[in-house]
């Protein structure tokens, strides 16, 4: 009796194991495809936009002007919903007079293709060469700025490119520090296929740094925040949010619009 349930158990952690492995990018990527909303309901000016990546999936998204822009904010979203559950980012963006860009990547909203880790890498690309080479903007006038899931592509990018700044909200480590938080009875280095390294990567980023962070994150804990600003180059700096993972920023509301403005007037005129 007690070996067999020996057996049963074992089984069932080695089908949970095999689950997370072959399953992986499941527990990772929640895409929505209907757009809910766009910039003209927080009556934000905004161009829709097409382009294509370097292995030819088209992905869409909305260029959202601003009056007199001191930057261009290059804003990648988080593993859920798409471009129109981030209204209020690009409502706050325009107010601190920052145009954005924002776009979905393979597989959320009207964008082709299925994500994954490498896919989202080419999409950073893409996005890039679209506001680089066809909007000829210098790279010193683009932000970029990832929140959750985004900011480890948005890592990624600064490490191939030097933008005027980076921004990350609400960042993590690494996938694998995420799953051993979430899974520690199973060896979650070992089973980890989508990485998303964002500590090992920070310390290759050499433009100005601002990682922002509530200290009640509930899905990324703020430990992860100190850990890459840690590992972080100067000039680099730490806004400190309070309320949950997906509305510190607009729970903290002031300090948050404050905080990034002084950010930005440090390397950005008004």
């Known amino acids: 009796m007690v070996i067999s349930l020996v057996f049963a158990v074992i089984g069932a952690w080695v089908f949970l194991a095999l689950i997370l492995y072959f399953f992986q990018p499941y527990f990772i990527y929640f895409p929505h495809r209907q757009l809910t909303a766009t910039p003209e309901q927080a009556g934000l000016e905004f161009e829709p936009v097409e382009f294509r990546t370097s292995?030819?999936?088209r992905l869409d998204g909305w260029y959202v002007r601003a009056k007199e822009p001191r930057a261009?904010?290059?804003f990648f979203h988080g593993n859920a919903g798409n471009i129109s559950h981030r209204i209020e980012h690009l409502a706050i963006f325009n107010h601190l007079k920052l145009a954005t860009f924002?776009?979905?990547?393979?597989g959320y909203g009207l964008s082709?293709?299925?994500?994954?880790?490498k896919g989202t890498y080419r999409d950073a690309e893409a996005a890039w060469r679209?506001?680089?080479q066809e909007r000829a903007i210098p790279q010193q006038h683009i932000i970029v700025f990832g929140e959750s899931l985004g900011a480890a592509i948005a890592t990624w990018l600064a490490t191939e490119h030097r933008p005027g700044a980076l921004i990350l909200e609400?960042?993590?480590t690494s996938i694998a520090d995420l799953a051993r938080r979430y899974y520690p009875y199973l060896p979650a280095p070992l089973l980890t296929r989508v990485r998303y390294p964002t500590l090992s990567r920070i310390p290759q980023v050499s433009c100005p740094l601002l990682i922002i962070h509530s200290t009640g994150d509930e899905i990324v804990p703020y430990q992860h925040a100190e850990r890459l600003l840690a590992a972080a180059h100067e000039p680099k700096f730490l806004l400190k949010l309070h309320g949950s993972h997906n509305e510190g920023f607009l729970i903290s509301g002031k300090d948050y619009v404050a905080g990034l403005d002084?950010?930005?007037?440090?390397?950005?005129?008004n």
């Open 55 to 57: 292995d030819d999936v």
């Open 72 to 74: 261009v904010v290059l």
């Open 102 to 106: 924002i776009f979905d990547y393979r």
């Open 112 to 117: 082709e293709g299925s994500p994954s880790e």
């Open 130 to 132: 679209y506001l680089t």
């Open 170 to 172: 609400s960042a993590f």
């Open 262 to 269: 002084q950010f930005l007037s440090q390397y950005f005129a």
